[in-house]
């Protein structure tokens, strides 16, 4: 069997073929090998209008791959930085509160300061006892002063008259030979007061013997003044 020639068919170049003209362009080769043994055919060439790029379209395709890997580039480092600061602020939020915990272990704690008693009230003074003389000018004043503060009438001079009248000034006289001594009841001391009158007529601060001379001249007194005013008023036995 002879072999017959076979005519490949011709494309017309244009900057780029596409996949549809290359198609075509078999199709046209297979027509030809389908023709009558013998014949010598001369395949017809057949234009095809490739599909062709420009180059436009191949700057759009190259522009909106580079945008949409640039935009996903930048939301990713947008990414990145929105996690690096909030590591970082985080990091910044423990360091601050470790170190106000070092701050605070280091400060001293000041011990509480006690309370400060209250100071005491000092104890009322002790009232000064005035001296008084141990002879007969110091029993009258010592007395008049007692007197005073019981309200009981008596001066020194008509104390001292008295005195002098009674006992001439003696603390242990006493009187055994007058009515009251037949009675038992003998007048004692400075001012000679028998022993139920002092009992009556004791002041209240003074002994209870008629023969201590403070004790027998206040109960004398106050026997005076009830009886007679005052003392002072006294000028013969009573």
């Known amino acids: 069997m002879r072999s017959t020639t076979t005519g490949t068919a011709r494309l017309t170049k244009t900057h780029k073929l596409s996949a549809a003209g290359i198609t075509v362009a078999m199709g ?42 640039t935009t996903a580039a930048d939301a ?84 001292k008259r008295n005195i002098m009248r009674e006992s001439t000034g003696n603390p242990r006289a006493i009187n055994d030979w007058d009515i009251n001594a037949a009675n038992g009841v003998p007048s004692k001391g400075l001012l000679q007061i028998i022993d139920p009158t002092f009992k009556a007529y004791h002041v209240e601060g003074t002994s209870w013997d008629p023969y201590d001379p403070v004790a027998n001249i206040t109960a004398s007194c106050n026997y005076a003044a009830d009886k007679y005013g005052s003392m002072d008023n006294v000028n013969s036995a009573y």
């Open 76 to 159: 990713t480092a947008a990414k990145v930085k929105a996690d690096a600061a909030a590591k970082a602020k985080a990091d910044k939020a423990r360091a601050d509160q470790q170190a106000a915990s070092r701050s605070q272990a280091r400060t001293p704690v000041k011990p509480a300061t006690p309370a400060k008693p209250a100071p005491a009230k000092p104890a009322p003074a002790a009232p000064v006892k005035k001296a008084y003389a141990d002879n007969l000018d110091g029993w009258i004043k010592e007395s008049l002063d007692i007197l005073k503060s019981k309200n009981i009438p008596a001066t020194y001079e008509g104390i």
């Open 28 to 69: 046209a080769a297979a027509v030809a090998m389908a023709v009558t043994p013998g014949q010598a055919a001369e395949t017809p060439s057949i234009a095809v209008k490739p599909v062709a790029w420009t180059t436009t379209d191949l700057g759009a395709h190259h522009h909106i791959t580079q945008q949409a890997k």
